[in-house]
């Protein structure tokens, strides 16, 4: 090998490499999650297993235009809905939860009280089982409460309803809805990893061929 092909396979695997180490860098791109192409009848569809890069735990997805409110009580769905035609709620008014394997930023959401007018809900943010950040949203039933959280470096964040007023005494209604939710993910592009691998085989190969000449 001389030295002019020998440099230039030096200069490619380099210029991989700092590519490569670029792109495995987390990704920056908010995720913009509306619920619309979850199907739904108006009656609650629950959202399984992992959607949009995240996994959802006693969430459900409400198509609002179809929904047939149970009672003649207010519903607040209706305010929550921000992108036609569908948003997401804690079924059976219970803990909610969204979870991750790699860290993620929760950035924000638009937020509205189902049947309680107001209603409280505690949103608490972990990482690895320990409490990061945690903040009490105060939702109405006519207009929606734009969120802005912006906490990064989590695993999982919990939405428990914690307090509010009940349009009568005993009324179990506890959900809340949200919509457009913006999250951010950190896993690294595979295009990245696979790139960044093959720069460094590249390099490895050019030195072992330098201490064998």
């Keep these: 090998m001389n030295a002019i092909s020998e440099s230039f396979r030096v200069r490619c695997a380099a210029a991989a490499v700092a590519l490569a180490a670029a792109t495995v860098a ?4 908010a995720t913009l999650i509306t619920f619309d192409d979850i199907a739904d009848a108006g009656g609650g569809t629950p959202i399984l297993g992992s959607y949009a890069g995240f996994d959802w735990g006693n969430f459900a997805v409400l198509n609002v235009p179809l929904f047939v409110p149970p009672s003649p009580q207010p519903v607040g769905y209706g305010a929550a809905l921000q992108s036609p035609s569908n948003i997401a709620f804690n079924a059976f008014g219970d ?3 969204i979870s991750a394997a790699a860290p993620f930023t929760l950035v924000g959401g638009w937020f509205a009280a189902g049947y309680w007018n107001p209603l409280e809900v505690t949103v608490t943010g972990y990482a690895n089982g320990v409490q990061l950040n945690q ?3 105060t939702l109405g039933q006519t207009t929606a409460t734009h969120a802005v959280f912006n906490w990064s ?3 999982s964040v919990r939405f428990v309803v914690t307090g509010g007023t009940p349009p009568e005494p005993g009324y179990p209604g506890t959900q809340f809805g949200v919509d457009n939710l913006t ?3 950190s896993v690294p592009e595979p295009s990245g990893q696979a790139l960044l691998a093959a720069g460094l085989l590249v390099l490895g ?3 072992s ?3 064998k000449a």
């Design 26 to 29: 987390p990704q920056v791109g």
């Design 183 to 185: 999250l951010v993910s």
């Design 135 to 137: 903040t009490i949203l």
């Design 209 to 211: 061929l330098r201490r």
């Design 95 to 97: 803990p909610a939860t």
């Design 153 to 155: 470096g989590l695993d």
């Design 205 to 207: 190969a050019t030195a």
